[in-house]
């Protein structure tokens, strides 16, 4: 390809636009009439700009319904194509879903139940679960046919209050009754909104515009004279091209021409005309139309034709459904026995797991550092490290409920060694001796002379001897009293005062202890010998 | 760039018809202004020194990019003008003068990186300048002659079509 620099262009047009001018200028005249027809104004490019939509939305509905269709001849059930059509139209008006919708998420529910009433049921189900939490229907669609063989991962989103083992672990039964619970009446309540009511009406559009497009290819194929498409769209490609140019410049006639005065009275004229011909355009229009209807019967009529066919065959196909229902009932127990089968697999596992986990070398150390036992534990541990390695549950499951109430046992000793009071200290009990000590000594010396008074005397005569001998001061003058009354002890030694008698004593029971002499301590009753 | 004249094909063939020597010189006329545009566009295509080495065109070599490799004899070669009107293109427009970048490897050099811009391996190592209106009016050859003409080749083309009419107006009423 060269690349090159046009000097000096005009515009000098193509033999192909004046061949087009008059095919567009027939197209133009009917594009009118049908716009007067409807009533409104409608511009050539808004008509055609919604034809081609509508011809794209029929061949698009065409080949998803044709999917379906092969994928229920698939599964053996092409007697039920009709009704499976009928329902998706039924359902589609009935929940403002677009059947272009319904048709893919009906096929995977249809190609996993293998059943028509459960996969309709189901479908149903899943219209009001994505009204309700907002995912789409295919997804929730693809989702509940995971479901029912038993992969729940897709169903977390829902958020069903359920764990992730018990989702595993759920039947489907259940889970329906659980998503049914949450998300039942959801697209009723959607469609009583104003949103739903404008959704039903943009389907209902949705599917007018598919049935115009049906029959726009019809007229297309009539007008152009052969039905191959690839020319087919060639002939609209340049038509709808070619219509802009023509306008423009037709436009621009029609604005100099009414400029003119004798063409404006022209035009009043024709326009007090049009109202009077109005009535007669429809019925000009009419003839045309019912040509259409006719045509389009004409095309379902090898349908219609079958249809005394069908219903010869009608008890064939009731026993072809009740067979086809019982076979999807059996794969459903089969899939919940399997289920059930891998529940109980699971649920061994787990067990194994758990029993593992007590198994703890370090724990072992400890245990034995506290207790000084280790022989018949680690007999134990041995007994079970082996359970877990042939994996019998059974013996497993009675090891680890005796280790764990010996662990117990142990854990519960070393609590409550770790929970015993602070001892209290030996010598707080000392200074109340000592105390009394003084206590006794002053009434010691509360005697003044022997025989004194009557009560000194009884309590003198209370004394043992060797105090009595003390006090009377016949201990070689180490004791004694004054005429005051004190009494007066003097002690051989270093101590001098109260500290130093203390420090005496201490100092005693110090070396005693050093010694390895034995010191009873009365802890509760801070008494010690 | 191209300028929409009116009437000028129309003149173009009535030359043809009525005034053969006309439409000659006219034609003649027409390549005279062209061919200086045309030149420095030649001098614009580098030498297989200049470009990268590995796209250089080798002798006997095969496969997809054997034609499409670089010979400066082959660009330069490639590098034309046509001064008779061409034929409409699908928008219906037809044009008084062509200038031509004919060659793959020359068009690849004029383009390379006007989308896309200067980056990567290759068009970093052509050298030359994008010059042009726009990115569908750039190049680094016949783009750049033509902006650096700055439209008096083109002036000069509409002002020999004037006078061809003229003088075909003036033969007509005498």
């Known amino acids: 390809m060269s690349i090159l620099i046009n000097i000096a262009s005009e515009f000098t047009g193509k033999k192909a636009f004046k061949q087009a001018e008059k095919a567009t200028f027939d197209l133009d005249k009917s594009v009118k009439k049908l716009a007067k027809n409807l009533g409104?104004?409608?511009?050539t490019t808004a008509v055609i700009g919604f034809g081609k939509a509508a011809v794209k939305a029929f061949a698009e509905d065409e080949a998803a319904a044709a999917r379906l269709a092969k994928a229920v001849d698939n599964l053996g059930l092409s007697f039920a194509n009709p009704q499976l059509a009928s329902f998706v139209d039924e359902l589609s008006q009935a929940s403002g879903v677009a059947d272009d919708q319904l048709r893919p998420a009906l096929q995977a529910l249809l190609t996993t139940t293998g059943s028509l009433t459960n996969s309709q049921k189901l479908l149903s189900q899943a219209i009001d679960i994505s009204r309700g939490s907002g995912v789409d229907l295919a997804t929730v669609a693809q989702d509940l046919a995971n479901a029912y063989v038993?992969?729940?991962?897709?169903?977390?989103?829902?958020?069903?209050?359920?764990?992730?083992?018990?989702l595993k672990t759920a039947s489907f039964t259940t889970i329906q009754e659980k998503l049914?619970?949450?998300f039942g009446g959801a697209s009723a309540a959607y469609l009583a909104t104003y949103a739903g009511q404008m959704q039903l009406l943009t389907t209902a559009a949705g599917e007018a515009k598919e049935t115009i497009g049906g029959g726009l290819i019809d007229s297309f194929k009539i007008i152009a004279g052969d039905t191959t498409i690839t020319d087919l769209t060639e002939k609209i490609k340049k038509l709808a091209t070619n219509i802009a140019d023509f306008f423009r410049g037709l436009a621009q006639g029609f604005k100099d021409l009414s400029e003119m005065p004798i063409i404006k009275q022209l035009i009043s004229l024709a326009k007090i005309m049009l109202k009077i011909l109005g009535a007669t355009v429809g019925a000009v229009i009419d003839p045309f139309t019912k040509e259409g209807a006719r045509l389009r019967s004409a095309a379902l009529a090898p349908a219609s034709a079958n249809a005394h066919l069908a219903g010869l065959s009608a008890p064939l196909n009731a026993a072809k459904a009740a067979q086809a229902e019982k076979d999807a009932a059996k794969r459903a127990k089969a899939l919940a026995d399997a289920q059930k089968k891998n529940t109980a697999e699971l649920k061994k596992q787990s067990a194994l797991k758990k029993a593992g986990s007590i198994f703890d070398q370090e724990q072992i150390q400890i245990v034995a550092a506290l207790k000084g036992k280790i022989s018949e534990d680690d007999r134990k541990r041995l007994e079970l490290q082996m359970a877990l390695q042939t994996e019998n549950v059974d013996e497993a499951k009675r090891l680890t409920l005796e280790l764990a109430t010996s662990q117990g046992i142990t854990t519960a000793l070393a609590?409550?060694?770790a929970s015993l009071p602070d001892a209290k200290n030996p010598f707080a009990a000392w200074k109340g001796f000592?105390?009394?000590?003084?206590?006794?000594?002053?009434?010691?010396?509360a005697f003044s002379g022997v025989g004194g008074s009557s009560a000194r005397n009884d309590t003198f005569s209370s004394l043992s001897p060797a105090v009595q001998q003390i006090v009377s001061g016949g201990a070689g003058g180490a004791a004694g009293s004054t005429s005051a009354g004190d009494v007066y002890i003097t002690v051989n030694g270093s101590v001098l005062s109260e500290q130093d008698l203390v420090d005496a004593v201490q100092n005693g029971l110090n070396y005693n202890s050093l010694a390895g002499k034995k010191s009873d301590i009365g802890r509760i009753a801070g008494m010690f010998g | 760039m191209p300028t929409e004249v009116k009437g000028a094909i129309a003149l173009r063939k009535a030359l043809r018809q009525f005034e053969p020597d006309l439409a000659k010189e006219t034609t003649k006329e027409i390549a005279s202004f062209l061919k200086p545009v045309v030149k420095q566009a030649r001098g614009y295509a580098p030498s297989n020194e200049d470009v990268p080495s590995g796209w250089v065109k080798r002798p006997n070599a095969g496969?997809?990019?054997?034609?499409?490799?670089?010979?400066a004899a082959e660009v330069r070669r490639g590098i034309t003008f046509k001064s008779t009107p061409s034929k409409p293109n699908r928008n219906g427009f037809r044009s008084l003068a062509t200038i031509f970048n004919k060659s793959a490897a020359g068009a690849i050099y004029e383009t390379a990186g006007r989308k896309s811009g200067i980056t990567g391996n290759f068009t970093p190592h052509l050298g030359g300048q994008l010059k042009g209106k726009g990115q569908k009016q750039q190049g680094r050859v016949i783009f750049r002659a033509v902006e650096e003409d700055q439209g008096k080749a083109k002036a000069h083309i509409i002002k020999a079509i004037e006078k061809a009419a003229a003088k075909l107006n003036a033969r007509s009423a005498s």
Request: glycine content about 8%; cysteine-free.
């Open chain 1, 415 to 417: 609590k409550s060694l």
């Open chain 1, 40 to 43: 409104v104004a409608l511009s």
């Open chain 1, 180 to 182: 049914n619970a949450q």
């Open chain 1, 434 to 445: 000592l105390d009394e000590l003084e206590l006794q000594a002053k009434r010691i010396a």
């Open chain 2, 63 to 71: 496969g997809r990019w054997a034609a499409r490799s670089y010979d």
């Open chain 1, 150 to 166: 038993g992969n729940t991962k897709g169903l977390k989103k829902y958020n069903l209050g359920l764990t992730q083992a018990e």
